[in-house]
């Protein structure tokens, strides 16, 4: 058994975080709350470091890696605060590599910018393909999809889908009479389709609420099954990123607590401080080995895809609120104040755990996976 | 990323794979249809599967060689326990003894002492229990106030309790953390001993847990004598030898999380059952949390095998799966209860005896806070609390201490 990384998912981390480093992304975070136009754009950095095609496959001119490696980039993000595109490009360019479209090697190439708009697989209770709702609890209805031949229509509306703003095409998801899900590629330019580029609270993630009014694409040959997946992966992206998120907020709590001193000791030393940020780093670990267990899923065990990585989700979503909470305290006052980096952590937590279904829903399906008896089955030999 | 076995390991798998199927029918039934239940009997059929264990290789396989062990790295001692647990059959009687006292032993002990203990040990003839803890030294183990003299003639006796002793009903030995000097700072005036536990002025006594089982004991010792040549590591080093012990009580229960049976997937099937229950949207969330904390704990343990592959003793860091799967199963346990109802807490309810037994297996080992505390400095650096203890000899140390609750 060896769950190291390899040299080549090294070297991956390694470029990702060096490319990273070269823009102040988390400045960035806080000075385009007050201007959005300040945030930089990442896709030129993407694209010069192959991040739109790391998931499509070599004769379609990706590199034919796997998801884990897109989380370790995603966990790289996570750590900065970056607006990489991400959960958007990476699970679209999984079903138009799955669907051979003819879009895939100029998305490979970053010619074309691709998003998905997430729509989330049916449960135990909850038989349809729903995608985020503007408000409220309610789920709602996935794109109502009508298909003639090769084309597909769509009507309907889907909210917050990450980096739809800045899509050249989109991958939607829809649902027909029958109740199966359609996946069709719309160009973001084509007639009803607008999308509504926006953010809220924490402006280092793009987001688009798309509506679609008779907006026809081309259907993509896939299966349920590989748009279940892509769902999935964006649970496992958002868990990864989470994790560097809750990597960088340790570090920096851990590195006050031993130099801010009261009562004539370094504040780490009181045990009320101390098991708090140990409680941080409990997380931070199961994290790590879930995103681990979520990669074996997506390459060896196709089966508990959904498992791994919605549980992968609910303990980085748990993981990060609970770190972007602790920073604060652990920095005091000031931890709640625009002097410092804390409240973009925190604000990070808040917008994260209610996107793409939210946290509470990947644990919900942990549960509806266990109850309905596709837990863990697949033990290491 | 590779969970498959390296063809060695692969090879090896099949070894102890088919010693199993060869004798597995020898192993004592312990659960289920045909179980044994009388506590002699399974005493005896247990020492003697530890006996055909050691045998055929299965027991004590990571000792070396010269003391009866196979010598193999603790990543194929995991290939046993996994291929164990497949062939559900039960383990060694004696985990304390094998997998913790015996490479203390072989680490510190004398070579008479070798030669005389490890091999009865590793079969099963002579049981082990560890003499470490006491009312008063727990987490702070090296408080403990069990005293032993040296006699004229180069005895020792012995005068003190010690508590939570796993065995010590049918032990041989035990490996015994006494006081020999208490007028030098408390973690240096302390010796290792071997005590007979069927010595004159040794008794043990039962301690009953919450469920109604003594899974424990006391241990009195008054006036008890052993010989000059029962100190292991030397006088006045016992604990540098006690940190061997504790360096591999982690291991061995740090690659066993597993073995204790909690799972998401063994939790929902106990509630699966209730159509209300499974629709129950907090039941759901309940049960969604639980699992995946569990789960992460299940590929912990595997990244600590990995660890060890590589030559890594897995970190300190690794102590926080006991604290995730401790505190997920009290959750399950109360999740489970409040689902079925009061039928889940009756006496022989397998759920009832969790919930009983969770509260003190929180403080097993150390307790969370100690740990959290332990993993806080060691692993994220953080300052020690300041200690009153460092540096002052025992005797002043328990006088302050008085004086410290009186005040």
């Known amino acids: ?78 750590r900065v605060l970056a607006p990489a595109p991400l959960l958007g490009p990476l699970p679209a360019s999984l079903l138009l590599d799955r669907g051979a479209a003819k879009e895939t ?35 709602a209805a996935a794109p109502v ?188 006052g000031i931890g709640a104040t625009w ?43 | 990323m590779d969970l498959n076995d390296t063809p060695e390991q692969a090879a090896y798998r099949e070894q102890i794979r088919s010693w199993l199927d060869e004798h597995k029918a020898q192993a004592p039934v312990l659960q289920g249809e045909g179980a044994l239940t009388d506590p002699d009997e399974i005493l005896t059929a247990r020492r003697a599967w530890q006996g055909q264990l050691a045998e055929g290789g299965l027991a004590g396989a990571t000792w070396p060689k010269e003391y009866g ?24 009687l004696d985990v304390i003894g094998v997998g913790m006292l015996g490479p203390t032993i072989i680490a510190h002990g004398s070579d008479e002492q070798k030669s005389r203990y490890l091999g009865p040990m590793l079969h099963g003839d002579e049981v082990w229990c560890q003499l470490f803890s006491e009312p008063a030294a727990g987490s702070d183990l090296a408080a403990v106030q069990t005293r032993a003299k040296l006699n004229d003639d180069g005895s020792w006796t012995l005068n003190g309790q010690k508590v939570w002793t796993t065995n010590a009903q049918f032990a041989a030995y035990g490996l015994l953390l006494a006081r020999t000097n208490v007028d030098i700072p408390k973690h240096k005036g302390m010796t290792m001993f071997i005590v007979p536990m069927d010595g004159e002025g040794v008794t043990v006594r039962g301690l009953r847990q919450i469920s109604g089982e003594a899974e424990f004991n006391e241990v009195f010792f008054d006036d008890v004598t052993i010989p000059g040549d029962s100190v292991v590591g030397g006088v006045d080093n016992g604990w540098g030898v006690g940190l061997t012990t504790l360096m591999f009580e982690r291991l061995t229960i740090g690659l066993g999380s597993e073995g204790f049976g909690y799972n998401g997937d063994r939790f929902a099937r106990a509630i699966a059952g209730d159509p209300a229950a499974v629709k129950d949207s907090d039941v759901r ?33 690794f102590g926080l799966a006991k ?43 150390g307790t969370e806070e100690i740990l959290r505390n332990t993993i806080g400095e060691r692993v994220l650096g953080l300052p020690p609390e300041p200690r009153l203890d460092k540096g002052i000899p025992f005797s002043e140390l328990r006088a302050k201490e008085k004086e410290g609750a009186a005040a």
């Open chain 1, 1 to 78: 058994m060896n769950l190291n990384l390899s040299d080549e998912q090294e070297f991956l981390r390694e470029a990702a975080r060096g490319a990273l480093s070269r823009v102040k992304t988390v400045e960035a975070a806080r000075e385009a709350l007050e201007d959005e136009s300040v945030l930089p754009d990442l896709w030129p950095m993407a694209i010069e470091a192959g991040w739109p095609g790391l998931l499509i496959s070599e004769e379609r001119g990706g590199a034919g890696l796997g998801a884990y490696d897109a989380m370790l980039v995603a966990q790289e993000a996570g």
């Open chain 1, 105 to 139: 090697e100029a998305v490979a190439s970053g010619e074309l910018k691709a998003a998905w708009l997430p729509a989330r697989p049916p449960s135990t209770y909850e038989p349809n393909w729903t995608v985020d709702p503007v408000a409220g609890k309610a789920r």
């Open chain 1, 145 to 332: 999809a009508t298909v003639d031949g090769d084309t597909v229509t769509f009507d309907g509306v889907v909210a917050w889908a990450p980096d739809a703003g800045q899509a050249d095409v989109l991958v939607v998801i829809g649902q027909d009479g029958s109740g199966a899900a359609v996946a069709g590629v719309v160009e973001a330019g084509a007639d009803g389709v607008s999308v509504d580029h926006t953010w809220r609270y924490d402006v280092s993630r793009r987001l688009g609420t798309v509506t679609l009014k008779g907006a026809t694409g081309t259907k993509l040959a896939v299966s349920d099954e590989d748009i279940a997946e892509a769902w999935y992966l964006t649970q496992a992206l958002i868990a990864a990123e989470s994790l560097g998120t809750v990597e960088a907020a340790l570090e920096v709590s851990v590195a006050y607590a031993k130099e801010r001193f009261t009562f004539g000791r370094a504040i780490g030393s009181y045990q009320a401080m101390k098991h708090g940020l140990v409680e941080i780093l409990r997380r931070q670990e199961n994290t790590r080995s879930l995103l681990i267990y979520a990669g074996f899923a997506f390459s060896d065990v196709p089966a508990e895809i959904a498992y791994a990585s919605s549980a992968a989700r609910s303990v980085a979503g748990g993981a990060l609120d609970f770190a972007a909470r602790q920073q604060i305290a652990v920095h005091g």
């Open chain 1, 339 to 381: 002097e410092h980096d804390a409240p973009l952590t925190f604000r990070r937590a808040q917008l994260s755990r209610r996107l793409v279904g939210g946290t509470g829903d990947a644990t919900d399906r942990v549960a509806d996976e266990l109850f309905a008896g596709r837990g863990p089955s697949a033990q290491a030999a």
């Open chain 2, 69 to 92: 062990g196979q010598g193999v790295s603790p990543v194929d001692g995991v290939i046993i326990s996994q291929e164990m647990r497949k062939a559900r059959v039960p383990g060694i």
């Open chain 2, 285 to 317: 969330h309940q049960l969604g949390e639980i699992a995946a904390e569990l789960e992460a704990i299940r590929w912990t343990g595997y990244r600590s095998i990995s660890d060890l592959q590589g030559g890594q003793i897995p970190g300190p860091e």
């Open chain 2, 323 to 365: 604290v995730t799967t401790v505190n997920n199963a009290v959750k399950a346990g109360d999740l489970i209860a409040d689902v079925l109802g009061p039928e889940a807490l009756a006496e022989d309810n397998e759920w009832a005896y969790m919930i009983s037994f969770l509260p003190g297996l929180k403080s097993a080992g």
